[in-house]
C-alpha cells in the first residue's frame, strides 16, 4: 500500500515509517520531488493537518495524510497550541520558545499541559482525522538534553523526568504522535485505503 506523508521532513518520515511497518510503503514529499512550502494557515491543529493534507492531495489525487502538534498549557488558554513553532517568532527558535513559556508561567502553580498530535488522511472523497494527546505539566526550569522542541520543560503524567530526560526510544513509543499514528496504523491495517492500482 503506498501512502503520502505530507512533510519534508525526513527524521519525521523515519520515525513515522517504523510505527507504520513494511506494509506501508510510505513516500514522503522529497520523494515526489515536491519542494514547496505547504500552507498551514488555520486556527487549529484540526484544520492544519486538513489544510495540509488538502493541498497535497489536490496535487497529486493520491492518498496523503499530514500531521499538526500543539503543546497546550492550561494556564495560557491553550497556548502555544497551533503556534507551538512560532511561539516567540517566525525563526522557530526551541530555546526562545520554552524561554517564552517559562517567563510567561513564572510563580504560576497551574502548570498542567498536554502535548496534542492530530493527524489528517485523505483518499478519495474521504477524510478522517486521528489524535493522540499526552497528559502532562511544564517544570519551572529546563532538565535533559534529550529530544526537541518543548522536551525539556515537559514530564508526562505518572513521570518524575521530563521527555528530555528520556531515552529517544522511549520518548518515542510513548509520545502523543506515536499515539496518534498508531491509530491511523490499525485504520490503515484494517481497510483497502490506498490499494496499489490507485497510484499513478
Ligand atoms: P509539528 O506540527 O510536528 O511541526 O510541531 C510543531 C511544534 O510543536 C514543533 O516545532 C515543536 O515546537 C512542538 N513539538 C511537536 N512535537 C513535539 C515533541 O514531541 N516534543 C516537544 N515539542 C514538540
Redesign the pocket.
Given at each position: 500500500m503506498d501512502i503520502i506523508f505530507a512533510t519534508n521532513n525526513e527524521n519525521?518520515t523515519r520515525e513515522i515509517r517504523n510505527i507504520l511497518g513494511s506494509n506501508i510503503n510510505l513516500l514522503s514529499l522529497n520523494d515526489l520531488n515536491i519542494h514547496e512550502d505547504i500552507p498551514e494557515t488555520e486556527p487549529t491543529l484540526e484544520g492544519n493537518a486538513l489544510q495540509k493534507a488538502r493541498y497535497i492531495y489536490e496535487k497529486v489525487s493520491r492518498c496523503v495524510f499530514a500531521?499538526?502538534?500543539?503543546?497546550e498549557i492550561d494556564m495560557l488558554d491553550g497556548l502555544p497550541g497551533v503556534n507551538?513553532?512560532r511561539f516567540a517568532g517566525e525563526n522557530?527558535d526551541?530555546e526562545a520558545?520554552i524561554d517564552k513559556v517559562l517567563l510567561m508561567m513564572a510563580d504560576s502553580e497551574r502548570r498542567s499541559a498536554r502535548?496534542r498530535?492530530v493527524i489528517a488522511l485523505v483518499e478519495g472523497g474521504k477524510e478522517y482525522l486521528f489524535e493522540g494527546i499526552v497528559e502532562g505539566r511544564i517544570t519551572g526550569e529546563r532538565r535533559g538534553t534529550g529530544?526537541?522542541?518543548?522536551?525539556p520543560v515537559?514530564i508526562p503524567r505518572g513521570e518524575t523526568r521530563t521527555?528530555a530526560e528520556m531515552p529517544l526510544d522511549e520518548?518515542n513509543r510513548i509520545?502523543?504522535?506515536a499515539m496518534a499514528f498508531e491509530k491511523l496504523k490499525t485504520f490503515l491495517d484494517n481497510q483497502s485505503c490506498c490499494p496499489e492500482e490507485d497510484a499513478v
Open positions: 519525521k500531521d499538526d502538534t500543539g503543546l507551538s513553532a522557530k526551541s520558545n502535548f498530535t529530544g526537541f522542541g518543548y522536551d515537559f521527555f520518548k509520545s502523543h504522535r
